[in-house]
């Protein structure tokens, strides 16, 4: 893979104003812009979500009764379920219910979804959140250290490692590790997982392991030739002529210039990690969102699938969200549009 | 390499600048060349222009200037550079600390990426203030605006919170002369500060810099292409070809009275100064490039002048024609008439 990702939003630096120009808008003011915009895709979210499940092969309530049912029961169920009504009726009681925090009721075990998600949802946000961090305190200090520390032949390793990292599958990866760390060296549960801090963290280390080693290369990457570009650009040489102390001048001159297209690219890599949980879930035994939806999927749980759908949209568009309004607080150059 | 030394008066020298070699260490028996035997002195409270093609070694001589060759993987190879009774060709990284910023400013080539991007220009200058100063945030704050004001910046305290993309070149430039103002340097050091700038915005920051060399008696080194753009400014110049000085003296001088074919054919390619309708002049032939250089001048290939006893033996050294300029050229005293 080569390292040229996509830089984010970063302007070309031409945006110009002159001396009477506008002032600055304020940083909250472009923060609830970019909110309510996401505000927006996640309306539209909602309305995927809602299409999907009526646009898939089967008829819910033929899949949850079966064949025989009697057509009484067909029409009790289609009532229960809502689906005697037209469907944009449909969508905004749908709609409706969500704002009520009511995301219909599973057909399997009459539980809630949200009671559901109560319960399942902690355990992937942590696997997500504990990724993050880990994939932050490996790359930051991997690139800083490949891209200032001048060793001629370190940078080849570092792309040959790192595309032998990307080429993995994370499932294959997902059980070495498990073989090695779970079974031969005994240091992490096989499967299972224990509820509250800091006691889950000992169940999910080993999944957000795995997610690193997709991300790290990844983002490592990127932030090392973000880095290199930076220590190329003149006001670097302004810093040092100017004799700004070391730590600032990592920080100021080096690192938050450097930054932006990583956390972008973090929280989108992210969201596509959404999708990857399922997996990861199903292969620790762990009682997330994700292996909740497969497990609905398989039993055509509708209004399950259709609110864990809900979830992991409306996750993806937070976590850019989130990731946006990082990045532009780092650097203002990156424009939150 | 001349062995010849030039003698300038040494009486309101501040920087003294003799037989600087520099260049890059390939191998270990390979040398790159790109500056050979620079020899000139900043004077006290002067404007000195610094003009040359690309190649001709002028940005070199000005990042040794600031310590910053390394960056460049270049090497002083030898000469010295006396600045106050310290020779910048031999000090090390950790005295360079305290010249560096302190006693001679830089003002970037480029106003787009010459300020900090993630700072504002508020930070900026109270970060120069206090670099190497013991200053209150309050009054580095307080010197932050009176430099503002100083370089001209309409509303200062708006665009002291602002953020360097948030303001046009010209504002970016003075925002980092003011920077470089901000250490009470003894030389300010311009690279090229009008690159990218439209003509009207050049001339503003030219005065600006006349301005602040009037008002603080401070030195500046002003690195050109433009012969046009700096002989307003300039009290002196120092024209370099093929890393070499082949002309010093002062503007009425150099510009009006060239005694080195090299600055003839510069002056003849201005411009403004042709007649109308007549042929712009242009200078023959390219530079000569880095390590590619004939023997004798290293103009003679494309000198219109030259003779045969131009091509042989090194690089002729710089010798005073008439009192205060200096020529490299062995037939200068011909060309005081032939320029006429």
């Known amino acids: 893979m080569s390292v040229s990702m996509p830089p984010a939003d970063v302007t070309d630096v031409a945006a110009e104003s002159t001396q009477d120009g506008p002032r600055p808008q304020p940083v909250w003011e472009r923060i609830l812009r970019r909110t309510g915009r996401a505000v927006i895709v996640a309306f539209w979210v909602m309305v995927v979500a809602f299409m999907l499940i009526r646009l898939a092969p ?105 595309a032998i990292g990307l080429a993995l599958p994370s499932f294959l990866v997902a059980l070495l590790l498990l073989y090695q760390f779970g079974l031969i060296w005994g240091i992490a549960p096989i499967f299972g997982y224990e509820p509250g801090f800091p006691a889950n963290l000992h169940y999910l280390w080993l999944p957000a392991l795995v997610n690193c080693v997709v991300l790290v290369p990844v983002l490592s990457r990127v932030l090392y030739s973000s880095i290199l570009d930076t220590l190329d650009e003149e006001f670097v040489e302004t810093g040092v002529i100017r004799g700004v102390k070391s730590y600032r001048f990592f920080w100021f001159y080096v690192l938050r210039p450097s930054l932006a297209p990583t956390v972008v690219l973090l929280s989108y890599m992210m969201g596509v990690m959404v999708g990857s949980t399922v997996i990861l879930e199903s292969i620790f035994a762990l009682p997330g969102i994700g292996r909740e939806l497969v497990t609905a999927v398989n039993m055509r749980d509708y209004p399950v699938v259709q609110g864990i759908i809900l979830v992991f949209g409306i996750l993806v568009v937070f976590l850019s969200l989130l990731g946006d309004i990082v990045a532009s607080i780092l650097d203002p150059r990156v424009k939150l549009t | 390499m001349s062995t010849v030394t030039v003698t300038e008066s040494p009486s309101d020298a501040l920087v003294e600048i003799r037989d600087l070699v520099i260049g890059i260490q390939r191998t270990r028996a390979d040398r790159l060349i790109l500056v050979d035997s620079a020899d000139f002195d900043i004077r006290r409270g002067e404007i000195l222009g610094l003009v040359g093609e690309s190649g001709s070694g002028k940005t070199m001589v000005c990042r040794s200037l600031i310590g910053t060759l390394k960056r460049r993987s270049a090497t002083i190879f030898g000469g010295t550079i006396m600045f106050d009774g310290m020779d910048l060709a031999k000090i090390d990284e950790r005295r360079w600390r305290s010249v560096r910023g302190n006693r001679i400013g830089y003002v970037p080539q480029s106003a787009l990426t010459g300020p900090n991007p993630v700072m504002t220009i508020g930070g900026q200058l109270v970060e120069a203030v206090r670099c190497n100063r013991n200053r209150t945030e309050r009054d580095a704050r307080k010197r932050a605006m009176e430099l503002l004001d100083l370089v001209h910046i309409r509303r200062p305290e708006v665009v002291y919170d602002q953020y360097p993309f948030q303001l046009s070149g010209g504002m970016r430039q003075r925002v980092m002369i003011a920077a470089a103002l901000a250490q009470d340097p003894d030389i300010i050091l311009a690279d090229e500060p009008t690159t990218g700038l439209d003509v009207t915005v050049q001339a503003e920051i030219m005065k600006l810099l006349r301005e602040i060399r009037t008002e603080f008696n401070m030195s500046v080194v002003l690195v050109s292409h433009d012969l046009a753009l700096i002989d307003e400014v300039c009290d002196r110049l120092v024209v370099m070809h093929g890393g070499t000085c082949v002309e010093v003296g002062s503007v009425e001088a150099v510009a009006r009275n060239p005694r080195h074919p090299y600055t003839i054919a510069l002056n003849r390619a201005r411009i403004e100064l042709a007649a109308p309708g007549s042929e712009l002049m242009t200078i023959r032939g390219n530079p000569p490039g880095v390590g590619e250089w004939p023997s004798g001048c290293r103009f003679c290939e494309r000198c219109e002048f030259a003779q045969d006893d131009c091509r042989v033996g090194a690089s002729p050294p710089l010798l005073e024609v008439e009192p205060e300029h200096w020529s490299a050229c062995i037939h200068a005293s011909l060309l005081g008439a032939a320029s006429e």
């Open chain 1, 58 to 162: 089967g008829d819910p309530v033929s899949a949850a009764l079966g064949g025989e049912a009697s057509p009484e029961t067909v029409a009790a169920l289609r009532t229960q379920l809502g689906l005697d009504v037209d469907p944009i009726t449909q969508f905004w009681k749908y709609v409706w219910a969500f704002t009520q925090g009511d995301l219909g009721t599973s057909l399997l075990s009459g539980v809630p979804v949200t009671e559901m998600l109560k319960t399942n949802l902690p355990v992937t946000l942590w696997l997500i959140g504990l990724t993050v961090t880990m994939t932050m305190i490996i790359s930051i200090p991997l690139a800083v250290f490949i891209a200032l520390v001048r060793i001629p032949a370190l940078p080849y390793v570092f792309r040959t490692l790192t």
